[in-house]
Nanobody
């Protein structure tokens, strides 16, 4: 069983920055895709960014150039550096891990990011 624990959310003014972290338990972190989704009130959960075991990155168009995803396999941790934040970035951010062996997706509990205008 994989457990994911996010941290780093909070309240920030527009134009500010936050760094989210997600620490994973278990031994499968380094061989699987990890990343972040977000869900705003009344909206569906959308992919923000993902990163493969070899470091290939994918971003939603809305965050390209502002957000950077990275991973530290030695620490079983994935990060999301968020710069130039906008009010529309306000959402609950969820870390996930997609197992290539079982095709299961594991989720963190979510962390709230609120950007004030």
């Amino acid at each position: 069983q994989v457990q994911l624990v996010e941290s780093g959310g909070g309240l920030v003014q527009a134009g500010g920055s936050l760094r989210l972290s997600c620490a994973a338990s278990g031994s499968i972190f380094s061989i699987n895709v990890v990343g972040w989704y977000r869900q705003a009130p009344g909206k569906q959960r959308d992919l923000v960014a993902s990163i493969t075991p070899l470091g290939s990155r994918r971003y939603a168009d809305s965050v390209k150039g502002r957000f950077t995803i990275s991973r530290d396999n030695a620490k079983n941790t994935v990060y999301l550096q968020m710069n130039s934040l906008k009010p529309e970035d306000t959402a609950v951010y969820y870390c996930y891990l997609k197992s290539v062996a079982t095709d299961m997706t594991y989720w963190g509990q979510g962390t709230q990011v609120t950007v004030s205008s």
